[in-house]
């Protein structure tokens, strides 16, 4: 009976172990950047044709854009860090200004070198941000958009207060980025934003650690989810149930693009079809068939172009 009590405690102690390793795994791999991302496809051989060839065209569209002339930008956070931003002028005259955040482990030239191409085109200057704890930007945790809607602010304070903007300005973001300006477009605005364009966004940290970790972990919502949110509120200092992008669209008065694939693995397309119901301004959405995570643009870029020229023409 000892032997087997202790043998029963032994495995308790274990057991208890794997839980707290397997969700400090999930918080560091979700809010770290610098880590290691162990959802990262292993190789090509797993894409399809058109996967591989959509990806050798976002790398050269990406370094495109990286090879033009453009200012390198720097801001204070509200809480103290030094961000980054890349502001990058069309031909001739500008039309508009868009504000562009990248996604979860993403980049400004990745995520946007395709985007960006077409948008310099079609006559729009770019600033094109870099999220906090990624990239050239400061800072250790990322926030999921609860932190980074401070940070847009901060962008519209300095284009209004130190480059006093007069060009309209739209706020764009995919995944992450989508989640971020959809979150900050409940804020207070300067006038000159006239819009918010969201490509497959989340709805809110906890929903998509969650969504992420029942789907990788096999973890349950309860005691799970309760304790990753006591984890990164202790660790990151912010409270990943604290905002969403619902409670944000349920106050704007900000016109919201919404574009999801309809074959997204990652950020289900029911979170942007919540955001879509709970948005209380003029409001869009385009629902792509057979693409996948961020994969709207390629997957029928003419009608995604059509869509977003009309929307420039919109008023709030």
């Known amino acids: 009976m000892k032997i087997l009590c202790v043998m029963l405690a032994v495995a308790i102690v274990l057991a208890t172990a794997f839980?707290?390793?397997?969700?400090?795994?999930?918080?560091?791999?979700?809010?770290?950047?610098?880590?290691?991302?162990?959802?990262?496809?292993?190789?090509?051989?797993?894409?399809?044709?058109?996967?591989?060839e959509i990806r050798r065209q976002m790398r050269e569209d990406g370094e495109w854009l990286a090879s033009l002339p453009r200012e390198d930008l720097e801001i204070l956070s509200r809480d103290g860090l030094r961000l980054v931003g890349h502001y990058v002028h069309t031909q001739g005259e500008p039309r508009r200004l868009a504000v562009l955040f990248h996604?979860?482990?993403?980049?400004?030239?990745?995520?946007?070198?395709?985007?960006?191409?077409?948008?310099?085109?079609?006559?729009?200057?770019?600033?094109?941000?870099?999220?906090?704890?990624?990239?050239?930007?400061?800072?250790?945790?990322?926030?999921?958009?609860?932190?980074?809607?401070?940070?847009?602010?901060?962008?519209?304070?300095?284009?209004?207060?130190?480059?006093?903007?007069?060009?309209?300005?739209?706020?764009?973001?995919?995944?992450?980025?989508?989640?971020?300006?959809?979150?900050?477009?409940?804020?207070?605005?300067?006038?000159?934003?006239?819009?918010?364009?969201?490509?497959?966004?989340f709805t809110s940290p906890y929903d998509m650690l969650f969504e992420v970790g029942s789907r990788s972990l096999r973890m349950r919502r309860h005691p799970a989810m309760d304790y990753v949110k006591l984890l990164i509120k202790f660790r990151a200092r912010y409270d990943i149930r604290a905002y969403s992008t619902l409670d944000s669209l349920r106050k704007t008065r900000l016109p919201v693009f919404f574009v999801h694939g309809l074959e997204d693995d990652f950020v289900p397309c029911r979170m942007t079809r919540q955001a879509y119901e709970a948005c209380a301004s003029s409001k869009e959405l385009l629902l792509v068939e057979g693409a996948g995570h961020v994969r709207s643009f390629f997957y029928d870029n003419e009608r995604y172009r059509q869509k977003v020229e009309n929307f420039f023409g919109w008023q709030p």
């Open 103 to 201: 996604g979860w482990r993403g980049s400004w030239t990745g995520d946007f070198g395709s985007m960006g191409r077409w948008l310099l085109e079609s006559g729009c200057d770019l600033l094109l941000a870099e999220q906090r704890a990624q990239g050239a930007s400061e800072g250790k945790y990322m926030g999921f958009g609860v932190l980074e809607r401070g940070d847009v602010a901060q962008w519209m304070k300095y284009l209004e207060q130190e480059r006093h903007n007069t060009l309209p300005v739209y706020l764009g973001g995919v995944s992450m980025g989508a989640a971020t300006v959809l979150m900050a477009a409940g804020d207070p605005m300067p006038d000159f934003v006239k819009g918010v364009l969201a490509d497959c966004g």
């Open 19 to 52: 839980f707290i390793l397997k969700y400090h795994i999930l918080m560091n791999l979700a809010l770290n950047a610098r880590t290691k991302n162990l959802l990262a496809a292993r190789g090509n051989e797993t894409l399809s044709d058109r996967e591989q």
